[in-house]
């Protein structure tokens, strides 16, 4: 093995300043607009309050506790985790009221979440007897308390018991067990979020809220009261907060919007802008049709497709691989200049915010903040 | 905004220790074989030094300097990065000899390759006139020197000079120019590293290796010694070294290999085997042939398609999501059980490298080591 000399440390400057002109930022970087975020803020959770539906915002999609304090100052009651050690930067920015909106199992995530449930009101999702039994096993043997909500699939062929019949016998079970309480349902439908037409969406809203009831009617014939029901998203959320089954909706996306949910039909009743993008640099320019920009897989996610440009440009993106995205222009003149900065808009917010450590909060041209994404990489 | 009482902090513990087994591994969790990795180190620069040619292998596929001191100790010759800021870490490590195999624009990158490059020596791309300006006065204004190699496009339609004489008029200006010297040709041919037939990939190397000579021609009828060629990668690595073209290879998954590069067909004179895999845990099996493990789109890339299974076994991954990845059986009694632990091979794994901040090395069933990926992250 070559043997380290010892050399004078070089360290990655960083990323931005505070007061930087947005030209200086460096590049690949991780940019909130401000102005058009703080407008989608205030849309959802005036939707969520004409409904009288409450707003628990999924801190999955965006990893970052000074967006989550945001929209609880704004009256989002707490917030919704995906993993037990996502939750923990939550706690310490002192989010106290979470719900890992997950299934949790196995040892070491059941000996943190006890730790976690000792600093804030924590529920979280269960599908099975078994896990049933370890969840209460594990806050009964440190003193900690849950509260349990059962996970129902209601179409997502994913997580969730399958019958009304198997979410009486698990809330039974939970009722039954120390260290733990029975908390609610959760009905979450990812797939349907994604569909492009607004009114197939509704149909699908409209056919989780119909199953919601024959789960509710079933938990109520066992004599189990249902304090909560959770789930709903961005694409959803304007038909869940109506449907009159919901008690929260869990939307993550919302304050961002990223290049896939632009390209579904919105209604007229709310509607937000895209206020999250990609800062890239031109660091190529090979032929008069052909740029090249300095942003990769490794700062953009693409399973939902390649970046798209921010604004109304005379490119697009036709590419993208580990550390570029290619653009072309149909005209030579269109085309960014060598050094130009571009913006890009991702085609999924959620993981494209797990591989930055920051992002740039921006005012006008100027940074205004510096929001580390604190529980980037925390997928335990 | 919320106040933030002040509390005791938790931390995340430590995903894994030393000695434990496998068993006890949190998830997920990115994994190596340290007997498979091993082999195939020395697969690879035996091959290379079969045919008399240096190997330098891509620092950008794994992000980690314990990867690349052991491939130096091996005998290469040095590494590749793909970014300034991705050097930093192996620099710190002990790495005293970096190609930087993409083009650096901007005067951020500009200022941090001028420190890095009074700590190893380095070489860099270039394709442009006014990019070779900046460079050169970046590093005169340092005192810094660089190499300049001139990118050549011999394919893959992303960055490089498009002609041999663009390439001689790049070089005379690097000549002529003080704080750089010219240090040869890049010619990388990403795209087809990943076509599936061994043969075509066998014609598209001989394609290149072709264009090649034609650069080599002219740079030589204008009386400039090109004392490197350098590229290459995995998917025809075995062409390249024996086209007598070039002088350094620069593969970087051939360690690790992910599901893409297995879906390859592959000739006799080497293999690689996997020794890349995600841990995962079962967290539902809300159906009968249906489990879903803890695997998502945060820790495994999926642009190049959904995890496979390391093992034969009776289930496939038939989709993933942020978090989640659906297994699937033919049979129940196929299925992992609740709890259990699954292998999965990454779609592409420098992508998965750059979603963990380390990386468990195991030997048998046991935690061997735990490898900082240390350029996590760093794609400036």
Redesign the interface.
Known sequence: ?????P???????P?ARIGDPVG?V????LVIDLDTFEDNLRKMQALVERHGVALRPHA?AHKCPDIS??Q??LGAQGICC??V?EA?PF??????DIHIS????????L??LA??AA?AKVTVCA??P??VEALSAAMAESGACVGVVVDA?VGQ??????TPEQAVALAQLIQKLPGITFAGLQAYH?AMQHTRCASRRRKSSARVARLVRTYLRALSSAGIECPVVTGGGTGSAVFDVASGVFTEIQAGSYPFMDAHYASLEWGEEVSFGNSLYLLG???????AE?A?A?V????T???SGAPRPLEQVGWSCV??????T?LQAGHARDLPT??AQVRLVPG?C??TF????SVIAIRGQVVEAIWPISA?????
């Open positions: 093995m070559e043997e380290a000399t050399v004078e440390a070089i360290s990655v400057p990323i200086v460096d590049t690949p970087s999955k304090l945001r609880i100052a995906q993993k050690s923990v706690v310490a920015a002192g989010v106290r997950n299934e949790i199992v196995g040892a070491n995530k000996a943190l730790r976690v600093k599908d099975h078994r896990a699939d062929k994913r997580c969730g018991v399958q990812g640099t031109v660091m190529s320019t090979p032929t052909r090249v300095d990769g897989l490794k700062s996610s693409a399973e590419g993208i691989s580990d550390e570029h290619v060598l050094g999924h959620d993981p797990n591989l930055h450590d980037r990489g925390l997928s335990r």
